[in-house]
């Protein structure tokens, strides 16, 4: 089940302001970050800020450089991490009140979608990542409909964003990040008049997703690949398996 953490609103964004000020320098410091094209995002309003996903410090990054919240889901896992290396990412997420999904429910997905809606009708900025997971090498993988299905039933618009140098600053299967340089991509805010007035269904929900993703690529100018990053991991998986066999230790 989804776990949002309600605070009350005041409260919520002087903490967010805090821990900006608190960990801003750091972050800066270790990877200083160019952000092109922030005037797209809308002064106030909700809108779906729709990313690339190479690392896990996306989530970190792009929250920090512009000027209103954003809330993005994470795994639940990474809110509760209790080793030394992993607690700064832990109480940077609960301190920004980025939104907790526990993804073991049958209905983890949906859960996830619904409190982004709630999110969005209050007026909020939400970032979603289309692919669903990290990219396994860097490459473009093909959306996921969550992105589609909020768009649609929100009527808010997509902003496409492209993170680009954050799987150096802290690439997959890596702990502690190293030095390295950020850019921040994000491009004009996109509406789907077209399917005004219709249901969300799976044809619509695809469109639209794909519509977003291609304008993720032209911004990250990354190579797309027709597959979920999921299926592209389960792949590496299992050569990487194989591999092991034959070459038993």
């Known amino acids: 089940m989804t776990c949002v953490q309600q605070r009350p609103e005041r409260e ?31 002064a106030s309003g909700g809108a779906i800020l729709a990313s690339n996903h190479l690392s896990v410090v996306d989530s970190i990054f792009l929250p920090l450089m512009l000027e209103r ?12 991490g209790t080793r030394l290396r992993d607690r700064p990412v832990a109480a940077y997420l609960r301190a920004t009140n980025q939104l907790s999904v526990d993804r073991t429910g049958a209905r983890a997905g949906q859960d996830m979608l619904e409190a982004a809606l709630a999110l969005l009708r209050q007026g909020e900025l939400f970032g979603i990542y289309p692919e669903g997971t990290r990219s396994p090498d860097g490459r473009l993988y093909r959306g996921r409909t969550g992105v589609g299905w909020l ?7 997509v902003i496409p964003v492209a993170m680009i140098g954050t799987e150096r600053v802290l690439p997959p299967g890596h702990r502690i990040p190293r030095p ?13 008049p077209a399917y005004s007035g219709q249901l969300a269904a799976a044809r619509q929900r695809r469109a639209v997703t794909d519509e977003v993703v291609q304008a993720i690529g032209k911004l990250s100018g990354q190579e797309y690949v027709p597959m979920y990053a999921s299926v592209r991991k389960e792949e590496l998986a299992a050569e990487a398996a194989a591999g092991d066999s034959r070459h038993p230790g």
């Open 12 to 42: 919520e964004r002087v903490q967010y302001q805090v821990s900006r000020v608190l960990a801003g320098p750091f972050l800066r410091l270790l990877a200083p970050t160019e952000v092109i094209g922030a005037g797209h995002v809308p």
């Open 151 to 157: 768009a649609l039933r929100s009527g808010v618009p």
């Open 69 to 80: 919240p954003v809330i993005f889901a994470a795994k639940s896992e990474y809110f509760t």
């Open 180 to 192: 390295g340089r950020i850019q921040i991509r994000i491009g004009e805010p996109m509406t789907f």
